[in-house]
């Protein structure tokens, strides 16, 4: 997809993708799993070589010394057939290599592990360039609400039908940096590099009237 605008360090930039004819790219846990480390481990300068990390714990693998990052990573969302990041750029060209990278080891572990070959996904990534303020602010309850879909398809639509089974589900969800901003400290964690984007939330308790701000105001929505 054609950009309107370049990648530039120091810049914020929403982040996308989705499987190949909207196809389900993560199957199993393990498949979260498995992206979430290289979402760690792919962010480096230096070549990856998953075969070096087999055996390794949660705890070893998200604790690897890296050369320098290519990005920065402030919310991490994966769905079963997408994802959503919100990134900073750091160095030249940081996105497109991060990406780059992400994509090709997770479409290869894919790949061998359900006999298929071809694109795992749709394209290019896509990217937004978030230069406003109001939009960034936005993009963390747009990300870390995407997992209501799971259990609620038409929830924007609709409104929420049950707000206390979508509280619910949110902070049983793992697969995003949710549990990060709600003040859990976990391997995971170590993806993220929270400091270097605005502090919009100055603790779990402002992050999390943040987002039930959000959710009532959907819930309020007349159907």
Known sequence: ??????????????????????????????????????LYIC???????????RGLIS??????PREETLVDIGAVCLMPNHFHLLLKEKIDNGISLFMQKLTTAYTMYFNKLND?????????????????????????AYIHLNPIKI???????????????????LDSYKFSSYQEYCGQVRPESYILNRKVF??????????????????????????
């Open 1 to 38: 997809m054609s950009r309107n605008f370049s990648f530039a360090p120091g810049e914020y930039y929403h982040v996308y993708n989705r499987g190949v004819e909207k196809r389900k790219i993560f199957l199993k846990k393990s498949d979260y799993d498995r992206m979430m480390f290289l």
């Open 43 to 53: 962010n480096n300068t230096e070549p990856v070589h998953i075969q070096n990390y």
């Open 59 to 64: 705890m070893e693998k998200f604790s690897l």
């Open 116 to 140: 298929r070959s071809g694109a795992l996904f749709q394209g290019t990534f896509k990217s937004v360039h978030a230069n406003k303020d109001e939009y960034l602010n936005y993009l963390y």
């Open 151 to 169: 259990i609620e398809s038409n929830w924007k639509e609709e409104g929420i039908k049950n707000l206390s089974k979508a509280k619910d589900f």
């Open 198 to 223: 605005p502090d919009y939330f100055q603790d779990k308790s402002s992050f999390r009237d943040f987002i039930n701000d959000w959710l009532k105001f959907r819930d309020s929505i007349e159907v």
